[in-house]
């Protein structure tokens, strides 16, 4: 039986983390489950699951959940929690999927605990690839991505050598402005961003599918995750999100990975890897799906991924600027502070203005990510930002 801690089991990927372990109860069993502010949620998953703990990042929430079930299951709160329930010596596998930059620290405690790492907390590669890298090497940690591109991308390389591979091919849907005119842009609402054509997902990330920061986040999360040159990472926009992503090898041949899109596949794959285990969610026909189509990505309407280009050449903290800025930019947007086009604006000032560390510690990647957050906050506050109307 593989014990399990999911970090954010009351998210999107959390939640169907425990369809998966419901699916396959003689394999898997939810040890620790940890949620920030979801309790009601949280409750129903102890009644069911049955954890020996849980944490709850809000202490008012972790009072709360105290008085109403603290009688079952133990109700930890905070971040050294967080840290513990990943590092538990009984626990097998790590389920990281946390959203933002909140999913780094108990990752690394995954990683220094020398777990299996389900990554989905992209975030974590993005600001601190180089660093998980070499602690994943030093503690003999095995981080197998959650992402469905980059599922697709390692499910291709089973089998194949690294000095094979010629480029990483990602595919993009192209979100739900993909046909959009650049002058509408400004009118976009949140209600419209959050309407993925594909993919039902939280909602951090779901407008970083719109502006294609995802993409452009993903694209580091590669670079790092397969010890790959940016220059050797491509995107294509792929509307129907069949084909996951791709492999070009050195000899010209194309390995590439197709399904539903469904995360349970990618979810399971990191955790039953090198196996497979059957499931009985939906399966691909190709015949129904009729046509497969592709496009090179708009930089233009959409910035956001040139800057993670960009960020990622930088190097250094740059890449730590460019998610802590996409992170209050998108929180603003999402509260209606600012327009759509305006994510990407603030993203580029931040960069432009931020001083860049090299070769940075953790200690430098979390004042980068405070002091980038505080300058945002700033350019907020300030009359260059004006509201929607
Ligand atoms: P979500 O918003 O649905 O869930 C986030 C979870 O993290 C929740 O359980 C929440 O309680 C917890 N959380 C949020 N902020 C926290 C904080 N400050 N401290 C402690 N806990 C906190 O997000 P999601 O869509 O499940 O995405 C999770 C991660 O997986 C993200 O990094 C995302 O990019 C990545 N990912 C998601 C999908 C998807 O289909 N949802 C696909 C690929 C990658
Ligand atoms: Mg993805």
């Known amino acids: 039986m593989q014990q399990i801690t999911i970090l954010g089991s009351t998210g999107s990927i959390g939640v169907q983390t425990l369809d998966v372990i419901r699916s396959n109860p003689d394999r898997y069993r939810a040890a620790y489950l940890t949620s920030n502010v979801n309790i009601d949620r949280l409750e129903r998953q102890v009644a069911e699951f049955a954890p020996d703990g849980v944490v709850v990042s809000d202490p008012e929430q972790a009072a709360e959940a105290r008085r109403r079930f603290g009688d079952r299951v133990e109700v930890l709160e905070g971040d050294e929690a967080l840290a513990s329930v990943a590092a538990d010596p009984a626990v097998d596998i ?40 070499r602690l994943r ?10 992402d469905s591109e980059h599922s697709a991308i390692f499910q291709c390389l089973v089998g194949e050598e690294p000095s094979s591979i010629g480029r990483l091919v990602l595919t993009a849907s192209g979100g739900p402005f993909r046909e959009l005119p650049a002058e509408s842009f400004g009118a976009i609402t949140a209600i419209e961003a959050l309407r993925h054509p594909n993919w039902s997902m939280g909602p951090k990330i779901t407008i970083d599918s719109a502006t294609l920061m995802n ?29 996951h992503s791709m492999v070009e090898f050195v000899d010209g041949s194309v390995k590439a990975q197709l399904g539903l899109p469904d995360m349970r596949l990618p979810i399971q794959y990191a955790m039953a890897y090198p196996e497979r285990i059957a499931a009985s969610y939906g399966r691909l026909d190709l015949a129904s799906v009729g046509t497969l189509s592709f496009f090179e990505p708009d930089t233009e309407r959409f910035p956001a991924l040139r800057l993670a280009y960009a960020a990622l050449e930088r190097g250094g903290t740059a890449p730590s600027v460019l998610n802590a ?17 305006q994510i990407s604006a603030l993203i580029e000032r931040a960069l432009s203005e931020a ?20 300058a945002v906050r700033s350019y907020l506050g300030s009359r260059s930002f004006t509201p929607p109307s």
Request: no cysteine; net charge negative; glycine share 6%.
């Open 94 to 133: 790590v389920m990281s999927a946390l959203v933002g930059f909140a999913g780094l620290q108990p990752t690394i405690a995954a990683v220094r605990a020398g777990k299996r790492v389900a990554l989905a907390n992209k975030e974590t590669m993005v600001v601190a690839g180089e660093l998980i890298n």
């Open 137 to 146: 090497a030093e503690h003999g940690a095995t981080i197998i991505p959650v």
């Open 215 to 243: 993409k452009g986040l993903e694209v580091i999360e590669a670079r790092w995750l397969f010890d790959i040159g940016a220059e050797r990472v491509d995107v294509v926009v792929h509307p129907q999100s069949i084909i």
């Open 325 to 341: 800025a996409n992170e209050i930019a998108v929180a603003a947007f999402l509260a209606e502070e600012i327009a759509f086009p």
């Open 355 to 374: 001083s860049i560390a090299e070769d940075p510690s953790l200690v430098n990647i979390l004042e980068a990510d405070k002091r980038t957050r505080e």
